[in-house]
DNA sequence: CGCATCCTTGAGGGCCATCAAAATGCGTGG
DNA sequence: CCACGCATTTTGATGGCCCTCAAGGATGCG
């Protein structure tokens, strides 16, 4: 197998996945290669282990390369988790325009980061402000998916709502090359989709037990499986286009330089 | 009374809201003109005009000047209110790093914005990037202010939830110059609040009659009244960190250059 | 003064929270 | 290999929040 053949992320071990399926196509060689060279280290993070924490003044930030992870907020000792980070998301690059974070950046099982150093991306917005662009972009991905669960949040039930979050995750696995057929492999627990739903980890169980036996989806231990990935996506009112992949929305013809 | 005690929004009449109350106090004067130079074009927006319709490829994007815009997600044939906008606002400077827009961009009232071509952030970028920076952090207080809403939307019920938008759009508004003691003025309806809140419009009313009866605030046609702003913003769980704001969460020692 | 929009109120039922308890699976140490 | 502790998942019963259907009242505009 020659070189140009080898996947994006065996060719950029950190940054290969970053805007997967999105607009990485329109990176240069000489881009990528520069991204790559950007993270300073590589840290491995333990399950539930914070690797940053709300108002906490930040100098760098974090590309997320293997495992997943969550934003949570509290409020009257209650944890929120408003959103849902996987492999090539620049976890909190947020966090260099904004300086602090309103949120927690919390592991979800044993994650990996690739950390960049602000400073890099200075460099990065002075010379390059089509790479800077892209990095802004990056980050309105997060703002976009924020708005739809906004809205999944108004409209639908907690059934719903998870086969929303389902159909979601397994959506942005495949953009990024980590797809498999009829199966999604995470560390989520019942919990974890209850507090992403905004409901009783007890209704969360029920709501998980009506998908069941309506044979859309069987989530047990952190595995998902489906058979009829349509049926999924239709009752959780999925469809991809806030996600700007290739093939939905945000399409490439003619749109970028 | 001599220039320099003249307002921000008498001295820059079409960019002056815009980061006030948040960071726009580190911009020099030669770049709060050169803000100001950038619209090409001031449009006034009926009530219930689309300024941007979903998906629509964009060169330009639009600072709102003055009034109220929303964005708006359909699914389902109903209509979900994700974010609500205030004068100062970039309202749809995602479009310039997105191209296209995951949502409509509707005027609540009547409303009027600034038109400013792509052509010219492209300029902004490539020679100031500092002040292309909180281009950048403008838009993320969206994010945030997203994440703030997921939050509440997973943990409040309605009576919590409209009580936590009146103290943030208050909070808002003040924060450009917009404040007025004890009374909030807006074109929202009913049918709006409960499009914002998740729950329908019947359940508003009763949610709005349970403020006015517990003391908390009154929303009478679009006029809200409140005696207590703390209790208000007790009941609805609101802090208001999450906004950057001057005061908060992104207070500036030494935190920017 | 007619009309459209917005607001208000009532009754019945479904989704979801809470309290309580038990079963299952997994890692650890005996 | 089994015993044990622990997190996770499952189930039942009761009550509150919110939806739906239905109807009526208020406000502002032409």
């Not at 009752?235 to 490439?252: C, K, N, P, Q, R």
């Amino acid at each position: 197998m020659t070189k140009a053949e080898l996947p994006e992320w065996e060719r950029y071990p950190n940054t290969g996945r970053f805007l997967l399926g999105r607009r990485r196509s329109l990176l240069s060689t000489a881009e990528k290669q520069r991204l790559e060279a950007l993270p300073s280290d590589v840290r491995t993070l333990a399950d539930g282990e914070v690797l940053i924490r709300r108002g906490e003044v930040l100098d760098c930030s974090a590309m997320l390369v293997d495992g997943f992870m969550i934003r949570t907020i509290w409020h009257n000792n209650e944890r929120s988790i408003v959103s849902l980070q996987v492999p090539g998301d620049f976890v909190d690059l947020h966090g260099y325009a904004l300086k602090r974070l309103d949120h927690d950046l919390v592991a979800l099982g044993t994650a990996r980061v690739a950390v960049v150093p602000h400073r890099k991306i200075d460099e990065v917005l002075a010379t390059d402000p089509k790479l800077g662009r892209l990095l802004w972009f990056s980050t309105l991905l997060d703002a976009a998916i924020h708005r739809e669960w906004i809205c999944k949040l108004e409209q639908l039930q907690a059934a719903q709502r998870v086969a929303h979050i389902f159909a979601e995750l397994w959506h942005r696995l495949e953009m990024v090359g980590l797809g498999e057929p009829g199966v999604v492999r995470t560390p989520l627990t019942q919990a974890n989709l209850a507090e992403m739903c905004g409901v009783t980890p007890i209704h969360m169980n029920r709501s998980l037990g009506q998908l069941r036996r309506a044979g859309i989806a069987v989530f047990r231990r952190g595995s998902l499986y489906v058979e009829d990935r349509a049926r999924l996506e239709q009752f959780g009112d999925f469809v991809s286009a806030y996600l700007y992949g290739e093939d939905g929305l945000g399409t490439l013809e003619g749109v970028l330089d």
